[in-house]
C-alpha cells in the first residue's frame, strides 16, 4: 500500500513535546511509544478512529494521566500529571465541554476561576462575561441566561472562550465539531482560525477529514495506540487519512476511486504517450491494492508483455510471449474469449500449472485477466496477479474494465500516433533518398547517404544494396550499418541472393521467420537487391513501402548514374582520339626530322653535279649517322610507348630499396652533367615492391631532363621519404627557371610540346609516367614559383592485381586529362 | 643549276628560317654550292629584321618555330613583300598546305625531302617572279569591268587604282587573261605557273584563285574568273 506522508521538519524549541509516551489501562495499550512535537503557533490535527487513543494522548498532554513510560514537556516543562493543579497555560475543551447545566453563563465562564470573581458585583461579572463572550463571536449573550438556552454551537463556543480566558499558549479541543451541523462547524472553525491566526498553539482532535484538511497544519494518524504517521494536508488525499487510520486500502471507498480516475485522466492528457501505458498500470495498481499487474498486447498470434507492474524479471521473461488460447495461460485464454479469466486459486489451476513456481516465489495466490478491445478487435489482456486466494469482488472486475478501456483508448492512441509517424518517416525518408541521389554529392557519396537515410528510416540494423554483375557473385555496392559501411552480415547477402533468384524486381520478399527484408530491382548492366535486416521483428506494411520506394528510386539513380557515366566515357573517349590524332600528327614531325637530316644530307651526296669536298662528306655522313640513331631512339621509345599504351607493360617486380633506384639513376647521368647533382633518399624509407630497372628508367629520365634542360650550374635534387597510406614520394626538384604554364599545361600531353631535337623524342615522360601508373602510383609536376619539382608518389605496395591492369589506361587519360591527372 | 644564279648575273639570296642546324645546314651547303647566298635566323622578330635589310630573293620558312607561330610569320613576310615564299614543314596534310597557302605562301614542301626538290621549287619561285614577259601575241593590255591588266609591265589596276600582285598571282592571272574565255584546267595552270610536277596540287590553284578575286572582283558583281566545277577555270569573255 503506498500512502503519501510527508513530516514536516519540526521547529527547534517545541512548545509541546510527547517522547516514548506509553499509557496501559490494565492489560490495555492505550499509547505506545507516541514521539510528537508541536511548534509554536502549530495546529496539529490528531486523527484516529475510535479506540484510537486520541483522548488518552490529549489527556496527557493535559496531565491528566501518568504515562507508563514516556514524557510530555509542555513549555519546557515536563508535565506532572496532578488533578488538583490546573494548568493555566493550557486551554482544553473536552467534547463534554463541562458546562454546567444549572449555572448561568457567566457563572459557567467563572468556573474554577471563582476566586477572580468573588469580589465583584454580579453586574460586573455580567458586563464582562458579555464581553468575553463576544470577543469569542458569541452573540446575543445575556450572560445570566442558563447555558440550556445556547444552542450548540453557542455552548462549544462558551466552553471555548472559557478555555482561553487566560490566554493560554496552547488549546487543547476534543472534538469540537462532532455534534455540530455544517451552519455551527462552520462557526466554531472560524474561532479556531482566529485564534490560531493570532498565534495560540491548538492541538485538535476531530473525526471530520475536511476539517482536518482545513485547519491542520499538520494531522498525526493514530492507530491501535501508535502514531502511525504524520500528514502534511497540503500533499496528501483525503483517503490517505482514512486509509492509515483505518489501517485499510481504502481503494474500495468510490470517493478514493473517482479521485484517482479523474487524476489519471489528467496526467494521461498532460504526459508522455509512452509513458500512458505505465502510468495507467501503476494507477490501476493503486486502485486494485494489487502489487503485480501486465499487460499483454496482441501482435498477430501472439501476446507480449508490453508493460508490467511488480512483475520480478523471471516471470516477465516467461511472461513475454504468450499464445493465443489455453496454451497462454489465463491471459492467452481470455485473449481467445474475449473473457474476464478469474482463477481462484493459482496454485491449484491448471492454466498456472506451467509457471506455478515462479508464481509462489512471487506469494501469487490468485490472477484474474481482462481482455482489452479496441475498434479493430482484441488489443491485449491486462492480468493482475494477488497475494490473496480470492475471486474479486464485482466492483474489483468493473474497475479492472473500466481501466481496461483507458488502456484500451491508450492504446489505441499509440497505434493512431505511430501510424501517423511512420506515414511521416517514410515520406521523409523517401525525400531524404531523392536527395541524396539527386544532390550535388558524387555518386557513390550520394547512395551511401540515401542508404544511412533509408536505414535510419526503417530504423533497420543494417540496409545493403547487393548487385549481381552476372557471374552468379554477389557483392554489396553499399550499406549502411551501426558502424557506417562496415561488411555486412552475410544473412544480408544471402537474403539478397535468395531474392535475387525467386522475386521479380519491385517484388518485396519477407525473410520467413527472419528480421530481414530483401526487394530486387532493376539496374543496369547486371541485377540488384536492396536489402535491410532488423534486430527484433521487421517493420509492417509503411516499412515495406518505404523498402519498396527506396528500391524504385535507387534502380531510377543507378540508371541515370549509368546513363551519365556512358556520356563521360565517350566524351573521354572522344578527346582520348582527338589526342592520339594530335599524337600522331606530332609523331609524324618526331619521325619527319631526323629522316629529312637523313635523306637530305644523303641525296646531297648523291648530286651528280655537284663535287663535295672530304669535310663536307665527312660532317654529311656523321649527321646521316647521328640522325639515324635518333630515329633508332625515337623507334624504340614508340614501341615502348605503345606497350604502355595498350596496357601490355609486364614489370618484374621484387623489394626495392628506392635509395638504391636514385643511386643507380644518377650513375647513368654523364659525369660532366652530374656535378649538381644531389640524391638523399630519406633513412627509414622502406622497400617498395616495383621494378627496380623500370623504375630506374623513370629517374634517369627526370634527372636527365631536369639537368639538361636548364642552364649549367642549376643543381638538381632528388629526395625520396614515407608518405602517408603506406607511400613513398619521391621529389625530383631544379632551381633552374620555372616551366611555362603552356608547357607545363601541356606536359603529359602528346602532339602538344615540342623538345629541342637534341633532347630525344619527348616520350620519355610519357613513358615514366605510364610506368609509374603502372606501379600504382601517379608522376605529377607540382607548380612552383621558382624552379621545377616533378613528384613520384609510389605504394609501398601495389593494392590490388586490378591496379596493374588499366596501367596503359591510365596512361591515356592522364594524356587525356592534362593538368589533372595524376593529382592527389 | 648553277645558271639561275647567273640569270641576272647577280647572286640569289635566301632566307632560312629554321631552328634545326642540320638542316639549316644541309640546305646552306647545298645553296652554298650552288652560287647562293644565305642568311638564317630561327626566330621571327630577326627574320623580319632580315626580310628588310637582306632583301633576299626566296624565303625557305619552317612552321615550327620554338618561340614563333610559323604561319603567322608567312602572313607578316607576305604583308611587307612579294617575296617567293616556301613553307618547309613536317606537317603533311592538306589543310596545313592550305592554310599556308592562303596565308601567302607561293609553294609548301614537306619534310622529309631530297636536296632535287627543294632545289626545284626554289627554281620555280624564282622563275616566276624574274621570267621576263613572253612575248604578247595578244593583246598585251586586257580590259574587264573597271579591271585593266597590262600584261607586258605586269600592271594591275581596279578601277584606276593599282592592284598588288604577287609574282605568283600575276603568273596565274596572265595565264589566265591571256587567254580569255577559255578553260583552262588545273594541271594546265599548275605546270605553267609552278611547273613540272605540280600538276596535282589542284588547292594551290584554287587558293591562289581565291586570293585574286579577293584583289580584283567586287563581291556582288559579275566574276572575273568563272568556276568550271572539276574541270579548271575561265577568264570572263570579252
Redesign the interface.
Known amino acids: 500500500m503506498t500512502t503519501v506522508v510527508h513530516v514536516p521538519t519540526a521547529p527547534p524549541v517545541p512548545l509541546l513535546a510527547a517522547r516514548g509516551l506509553t499509557v496501559r489501562y490494565g492489560p490495555l495499550v492505550a499509547l505506545e511509544g507516541i514521539d510528537l512535537e508541536v511548534a509554536a503557533g502549530e495546529l496539529v490535527v490528531v486523527a484516529g478512529e475510535s479506540g484510537a487513543g486520541k483522548t488518552t494522548l490529549l489527556r496527557c498532554v493535559a496531565g491528566e494521566v501518568v504515562p507508563a513510560a514516556g514524557d510530555v514537556v509542555r513549555l519546557g516543562e515536563p508535565v506532572v500529571p496532578s488533578r488538583s493543579r490546573r494548568a493555566h497555560d493550557v486551554g482544553i475543551v473536552w467534547q463534554d465541554l463541562a458546562l454546567c447545566e444549572n449555572l448561568s453563563i457567566a457563572d459557567n465562564l467563572a468556573l474554577g476561576r471563582e476566586r477572580r470573581f468573588l469580589l465583584r458585583s454580579d453586574a460586573r461579572v455580567h458586563r464582562a462575561a458579555a464581553e468575553t463572550l463576544a470577543r469569542f463571536g458569541v452573540r446575543s449573550a445575556d450572560t445570566t441566561r442558563n447555558v440550556r438556552s445556547l444552542t450548540r454551537a453557542q455552548r462549544q463556543l462558551l466552553a471555548v472562550a472559557r478555555a482561553m480566558l487566560d490566554a493560554p499558549r496552547l488549546l487543547i479541543l476534543d472534538e469540537p465539531t462532532g455534534a455540530l451541523g455544517a451552519q455551527e462547524t462552520a462557526e466554531v472553525e472560524q474561532l479556531i482560525e482566529r485564534l490560531h491566526r493570532d498565534g495560540t498553539t491548538i492541538l485538535l482532535v476531530s473525526h471530520d477529514l475536511d476539517q482536518m484538511f482545513r485547519l491542520g497544519d499538520r494531522i498525526v494518524v493514530l492507530r491501535n495506540g501508535r502514531l502511525v504517521a504524520e500528514v502534511d494536508p497540503r500533499r496528501a488525499h483525503h483517503e490517505d487519512v482514512v486509509s492509515l487510520m483505518s489501517g485499510q486500502p481504502v481503494d474500495s471507498s468510490a470517493r478514493g476511486q473517482l479521485t484517482r480516475l479523474h487524476g489519471l485522466a489528467d496526467r494521461l492528457a498532460s504526459a508522455d504517450r509512452s509513458s500512458s501505458l505505465s502510468l495507467i498500470l501503476s494507477t490501476l495498481a493503486a486502485a486494485l491494492n494489487v502489487e503485480h499487474l501486465a499487460v499483454h498486447l496482441a501482435d498477430g498470434d501472439v501476446l507480449r508483455c508490453a508493460e508490467a507492474v511488480g512483475v520480478p524479471a523471471g516471470l516477465r521473461r516467461s511472461w513475454d510471449d504468450l499464445a493465443i488460447g489455453a496454451a497462454g495461460g489465463p491471459v492467452g485464454l481470455a485473449a481467445a474469449t474475449g473473457q474476464p479469466v478469474v482463477v481462484g486459486d493459482a496454485r491449484t489451476s491448471p492454466l498456472w500449472a506451467p509457471r506455478r513456481s515462479e508464481l509462489e516465489g512471487l506469494g501469487v495466490a490468485s490472477s484474474w485477466s481482462v481482455p482489452l478491445s479496441g475498434p479493430g478487435g482484441l488489443l491485449g489482456v491486462v492480468s493482475a496477479l494477488r497475494s490473496v486466494p480470492a475471486a474479486p469482488g464485482r466492483d474489483e472486475l468493473d474497475l479492472v474494465s473500466l481501466y481496461a478501456g483507458y488502456l484500451a483508448g491508450a492504446l489505441e492512441r499509440e497505434r493512431l500516433f505511430g501510424e501517423v509517424t511512420r506515414r511521416n518517416r517514410v515520406l521523409e525518408t523517401v525525400r531524404e533518398i531523392l536527395q541524396a541521389l539527386t544532390g550535388p554529392m558524387p555518386f557513390e557519396q550520394g547512395l551511401a547517404t540515401a542508404l544511412r537515410a533509408l536505414r535510419s528510416g526503417l530504423e533497420a540494423a543494417e540496409v545493403a544494396l547487393v548487385m549481381a554483375d552476372g557471374s552468379g557473385e554477389e557483392r554489396v555496392r553499399v550499406a549502411a550499418g551501426p558502424a557506417g559501411a562496415a561488411p555486412v552480415a552475410s544473412a544480408l547477402l544471402e537474403a539478397a541472393t535468395a531474392a535475387l533468384r525467386s522475386a521479380r524486381p519491385g517484388e518485396l520478399v519477407r525473410r520467413a521467420g527472419g528480421g530481414v527484408m530483401a526487394i530486387p530491382l532493376a539496374a543496369p548492366g547486371g541485377d540488384a537487391a536492396l536489402v535491410a535486416s532488423w534486430h527484433g521483428p521487421p517493420p509492417g506494411v509503411e516499412g515495406g513501402a518505404l523498402l519498396v520506394d527506396a528500391a524504385s528510386s535507387l534502380s531510377l539513380a543507378l540508371e541515370r548514374e549509368a546513363a551519365a557515366q556512358a556520356t563521360q566515357e565517350t566524351a573521354a573517349l572522344r578527346r582520348s582520339r582527338e589526342l592520339q590524332r594530335a599524337f600522331l600528327s606530332r609523331l609524324g614531325h618526331e619521325l619527319r626530322t631526323p629522316l629529312t637530316g637523313i635523306r637530305g644530307y644523303a641525296s646531297s651526296l648523291l648530286q651528280p653535279d655537284v663535287t663535295w669536298d672530304g669535310d663536307s662528306e665527312r660532317r654529311f655522313l656523321s649527321r646521316i649517322a647521328s640522325e639515324s640513331a635518333r630515329l633508332g631512339r625515337l623507334v624504340d621509345d614508340l614501341l615502348e610507348f605503345s606497350v604502355i599504351e595498350s596496357g601490355i607493360l609486364r614489370l618484374s617486380p621484387d623489394w626495392c630499396d628506392l635509395g638504391l633506384v636514385l643511386e643507380a639513376a644518377a650513375a647513368c647521368i654523364p659525369l660532366e652533367r652530374a656535378g649538381t647533382l644531389r640524391i638523399e633518399p630519406a633513412a627509414d624509407l622502406p622497400a617498395v615492391w616495383a621494378d627496380h630497372d623500370r623504375l630506374e628508367q623513370v629517374f634517369v629520365n627526370l634527372l636527365d631532363n631536369a639537368l639538361r634542360h636548364n642552364p649549367p650550374g642549376t643543381s638538381v635534387a632528388a629526395t625520396a621519404s614515407a608518405g602517408a597510406d603506406g607511400q613513398v614520394v619521391v621529389e625530383v626538384r631544379d632551381d633552374g627557371p620555372p616551366m611555362l604554364p603552356e608547357v607545363a599545361a601541356g606536359l603529359f600531353e602528346p602532339g602538344r610540346r615540342r623538345f629541342a631535337p637534341t633532347a630525344g623524342t619527348g616520350l620519355g615522360l610519357l613513358i615514366a609516367h605510364g610506368i609509374v601508373a603502372a606501379h600504382g602510383g601517379h608522376l605529377e609536376l607540382v607548380e612552383e614559383p621558382a624552379g621545377k619539382r616533378f613528384l613520384v608518389v609510389l605504394p609501398v605496395e601495389p593494392h590490388d592485381a586490378h591496379d596493374h591492369e588499366p596501367a596503359g589506361q591510365d596512361a591515356w587519360r592522364a594524356l587525356a586529362a592534362p593538368g589533372t591527372a595524376g593529382r592527389p | 643549276?648553277?645558271a639561275a644564279s647567273a640569270l641576272d648575273g647577280v647572286v640569289t639570296r635566301a632566307l632560312i628560317v629554321e631552328?634545326?642546324?642540320?638542316?639549316v645546314?644541309?640546305?646552306r651547303?647545298?645553296l652554298a654550292?650552288?652560287g647562293f647566298d644565305a642568311v638564317v635566323s630561327s626566330d621571327g622578330t630577326r627574320a623580319l629584321q632580315l626580310l628588310e635589310v637582306e632583301q633576299p630573293d626566296i624565303v625557305l620558312l619552317d612552321l615550327?618555330l620554338?618561340e614563333a607561330d610559323g604561319l603567322e610569320l608567312c602572313r607578316e613576310i607576305r604583308e611587307r613583300s612579294s617575296v617567293g615564299i616556301i613553307v618547309v614543314s613536317?606537317?603533311?596534310?592538306e589543310r596545313d598546305k592550305v592554310t599556308a597557302l592562303n596565308m601567302g605562301a607561293d609553294d609548301y614542301l614537306?619534310?622529309?625531302?631530297?636536296?632535287?626538290e627543294?632545289l626545284a621549287r626554289i627554281m620555280a619561285t624564282l622563275r616566276r617572279s624574274r621570267t621576263p614577259t613572253p612575248p604578247a601575241q595578244l593583246a598585251p593590255v586586257v580590259r574587264a569591268g573597271d579591271v585593266v591588266i597590262d600584261l607586258a609591265s605586269q600592271q594591275v589596276t581596279r578601277a584606276g587604282e593599282p592592284v598588288h600582285l604577287t609574282p605568283t598571282e600575276f603568273a596565274l592571272l596572265r595565264e589566265l587573261a591571256s587567254q580569255r574565255g577559255k578553260l583552262l584546267t588545273h594541271a594546265h595552270l599548275l605546270r605553267r605557273v609552278w611547273g613540272h610536277g605540280y600538276e596535282t596540287e589542284t588547292e594551290y590553284v584554287r587558293v591562289y584563285v581565291r586570293r585574286l578575286r579577293v584583289k580584283l572582283e567586287t563581291p556582288g558583281a559579275a566574276p572575273l574568273i568563272l568556276t568550271q566545277p572539276r574541270a579548271g577555270y575561265r577568264f570572263v569573255p570579252e
Open positions: 643549276m648553277s631552328d634545326d642546324p642540320n638542316i645546314d644541309l640546305i651547303a647545298n654550292v650552288r615550327m620554338p613536317a606537317r603533311g596534310g614537306t619534310k622529309p625531302f631530297s636536296i632535287e627543294l
